[in-house]
Nanobody, 128 residues
Framework: QVQLVESGGGLVQAGGSLRLSCAASGRTFSSDAMGWFRQAPGKEREFVAA????????SYADSVKGRFTISRANAKMTAYLQMNSLKPEDTAVYYC?????????????????????WGKGTLVTVSS
């Protein structure tokens, strides 16, 4: 069993920055690919960013590419999402998720259906 707890959300003005953290416990974090997803009111949950178990491979949604950076610290069992140049359309609940169902430590997973464990989410609100 894996427990994921997000933190770092809040209210920020457009153009500002936030860093989200996802603390994991319960199993070997370094074996799992991690992802960040978000869900805005009235919309489906969507992919934001993903990082491989090794940390060496990443993937981003086009809408956040160049503004967001995903990373992980396996020794701390924590994943991060650095969000810069935030826009009002980034407003959503942000969820971290993990999966061991990847082909290698260098593979990423970008589908919500492929993730095994989810945190409860942290709200990010960007004001205009």
């Amino acid at each position: 069993q894996v427990q994921l707890v997000e933190s770092g959300g809040g209210l920020v003005q457009a153009g500002g920055s936030l860093r989200l953290s996802c603390a994991a416990s319960g199993r070997t974090f370094s074996s799992d690919a991690m992802g960040w997803f978000r869900q805005a009111p009235g919309k489906e949950r969507e992919f934001v960013a993903a990082v491989s178990a090794s940390g060496g491979s990443t993937s981003y949604a086009d809408s956040v590419k160049g503004r967001f950076t995903i990373s992980r610290a396996n020794a701390k069992m924590t994943a991060y999402l650095q969000m810069n140049s935030l826009k009002p359309e980034d407003t959503a609940v942000y969820y971290c998720a993990s999966t061991s169902r990847v082909s290698s430590r260098y593979s990423v997973s970008v589908s919500p259906r492929a993730m095994d464990y989810w945190g409860k989410g942290t709200l990010v609100t960007v004001s205009s």
